[in-house]
């Protein structure tokens, strides 16, 4: 073992992980894993806050006109921006002094490690993906502002009330009953801008995907069946999918009960800080323990710059 630099070997080998563990958290949740294939998950370099403009009016100022006529030169509003916190999360990853030397060889440290940065990773996962499901309040306000907060008609989210601006709410049916397709059909369409620009993922309930499932009537053999673009990506990535006008719909375990969600992932992205995206520090020797210890570090936040792209049942069965 003297011949061989621990830190500097627990260092180098979590960091050439990095890539496979941070893959291995996209494919571990249907929205993150769909995020990441249509590229809606952007790096930023800093700022206070998540900025992201948003665009509630149109320009008046268009129209047609004729010869010498006078153009409209009015100053417009209708564009506004959304403001996000930054939220942060860590992992930790540890070897005593006492497990650096009863594992002699290099190879048995890194057996430690490969252990422990699973262990690691499915911790990480299971926390982003509750927030993912949150709004934003947990843990002192420290927790994602997930599509609780995103997807509902009331309270302010990015700094915008919307009670007082009418346009910066998503769609909610609220009614407790069984699930029904004429109900998926009004949440798929009120999301949906003019007949296009609809949802394209649908996250539900083991329970409600059940009963989707139950509601589907069964497809003529002579019909060919050709699964949208979305849904062969998901299957791809071993998701279970079925699909609501040629949209795909998946279930997650963490998915408050009761609840359907209509997405358009044209606008919502993960938005991340290019330093701390699920990056790997060096491992250290604290101060007062005989141990060294690495940190995986996320920061960033569920970003949305039109709420009207989104509906949600809630209270199904």
């Known amino acids: 073992m003297a011949d061989v630099n621990v ?41 206070e806050r998540i900025v992201v403009p948003v665009m509630y009016g149109k320009n008046s100022t268009a129209g047609s006109y004729s010869g010498y006529d006078s153009l409209d030169v009015t100053p417009q509003q209708g564009i506004d921006s959304a403001e996000f916190n930054w939220k942060q999360y860590s992992v930790s990853i540890a070897i005593s002094g006492e497990e650096e030397r009863k594992n002699a060889g290099s190879s048995k440290i ?9 262990q690691a990773r499915m911790s990480m996962t299971e926390q982003l993906s509750t927030g993912l499901f949150s709004d934003g309040t947990g843990n002192g306000g420290k927790d994602l502002t997930g599509l609780e907060a995103m997807v509902t008609n009331s309270g302010t989210y990015g700094g915008i009330n919307s009670a007082t601006y009418t346009w910066w709410q998503a769609g909610v049916d609220t009614a407790s009953e069984a699930l029904g397709l004429s109900k998926m059909r009004v949440g798929f369409n009120t999301a949906s801008l003019g007949g296009k620009d609809t949802p394209n993922l649908i996250v539900t309930t083991q329970t409600l995907y059940q009963s989707y499932e139950g509601l589907l009537t069964a497809t003529s053999p002579a019909v060919p069946y050709f699964p949208s673009e979305g849904t062969k ?9 079925l699909e609501f006008k040629g949209t795909p719909i998946v279930w997650d375990e963490l998915a408050p009960s009761g609840d359907m969600y209509f997405l358009n992932t044209n606008h919502m992205n993960l938005t991340v800080h290019k330093d701390a995206n ?24 569920l970003t949305c710059d039109r709420r009207k792209s989104f509906y949600k049942l809630t209270s199904k069965t």
């Open 110 to 118: 890194i057996d430690i490690l490969e252990a422990r940065t699973k």
């Open 233 to 241: 990506k998901l299957g791809d990535g071993g998701f279970q999918v």
């Open 7 to 47: 830190g500097l070997l627990l260092s180098t080998t979590l960091k050439k992980y990095r890539k496979t563990l941070v893959d291995q958290i996209h494919k571990s949740n249907a929205v993150f894993y769909f995020l990441k294939q249509e590229g809606n998950i952007k790096e930023e370099d800093g700022g």
């Open 278 to 301: 699920f990056e790997v520090t060096d491992f250290v020797k604290p101060e007062n323990q005989d141990a060294r210890v690495a940190q995986i570090l996320f920061m960033g936040n």
